[in-house]
């Protein structure tokens, strides 16, 4: 059963490798307009639900519905279409291109339904896209590596480029899979910044996340996965004073 306001509901997903069961009985209800945190050890299933909710892995049983929709069996770029971004763990970026040629192939692809080159565009949306994609490169902080190559770019860089190409998509939905690990906490803090900046124009986010600092300042709801399975959800700080959480995780 969905609840109203809920814009992903995860119902009861199962997932086998081999005879590993990484996910059991996972039902995740996600709000519209909130940030919904899911922590866990590793090796708790939770980049296996990440990819089960974008397509990249069929459950075994289970479903995943968005907004009504039932996403299970479509593949991943259809349900990209159906405005669910995501931003890997490690960054998908176009080493080749500058930076701004990296934001601007999303916005192109948002358009034109699909990452075709059109040969007609005119010069008035190619101005039009160039001018989205810099105010975006802005939002992120990277306006002055603009003409930069991507590959050139350090990792905290790069991760923010991933996300900036993300946003470009205006997705309903935007999964984060440990945005800033590997970065420093400066820039830690500046990508909490920017995705506080993101939930206040009513972005629905699921962030997976190891760093208790980036979960406690942005989620509006945790979810806590141990051995695939959902051991408790709630508010940031019913989470903090669970002890079950605390055994299985926060003091483990
Ligand atoms: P987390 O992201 O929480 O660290 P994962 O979802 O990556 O955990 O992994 C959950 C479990 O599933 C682990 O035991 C992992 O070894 C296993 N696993 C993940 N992907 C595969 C795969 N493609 N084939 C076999 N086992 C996998
Ligand atoms: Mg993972």
């Known amino acids: 059963q969905t609840r109203e306001n809920v814009v992903l509901h995860v119902a009861d997903v199962q997932k086998n490798f081999g005879g590993l069961r990484a996910l059991s009985d996972v039902d995740l ?36 519905i968005f907004d009504g929709t039932i996403l299970t069996g479509k593949a991943p770029h259809e349900i990209n279409q159906l405005g669910i971004s995501r931003v890997f763990q490690t960054p998908e970026i176009f080493a080749d291109l500058s930076v701004l040629q990296n934001v601007m192939t999303p916005a192109f692809a948002r358009r034109d339904g699909a990452f075709k080159i059109n040969m007609l565009r005119s010069v008035e949306s190619e101005k039009g896209i160039r001018e989205e994609a810099e105010h975006m490169l802005e939002d992120v902080g990277l306006i002055h590596l603009r003409e930069a190559h991507a590959g050139a770019l350090s990792r905290g860089d790069k991760r923010r480029l991933e996300l900036g190409m993300c946003l470009i998509q205006k997705p309903r939905l935007l999964l984060l899979d440990e945005p800033t690990a590997g970065m420093s906490r400066h820039d830690t803090n500046t990508t909490i910044e920017l995705l506080k900046k993101i939930k206040s124009r009513g972005m629905t986010k699921v962030i997976i996340e190891h760093d208790m600092h980036v979960v406690f300042s942005l989620a509006d709801k945790i979810s806590v996965l141990a051995q695939g399975r959902i051991i408790a959800s709630g508010l940031p700080q019913e989470i903090k004073e669970d002890p079950r959480v605390q055994e299985a995780y926060l003091g483990g």
């Open 29 to 64: 209800q996600v709000e519209e307009g909130k940030t919904h945190a899911i922590i866990g050890p590793n090796g708790a299933g939770k980049s296996t639900l990440l990819n089960v909710i974008i397509g990249r892995i069929p459950p075994s049983s289970g479903a995943v």
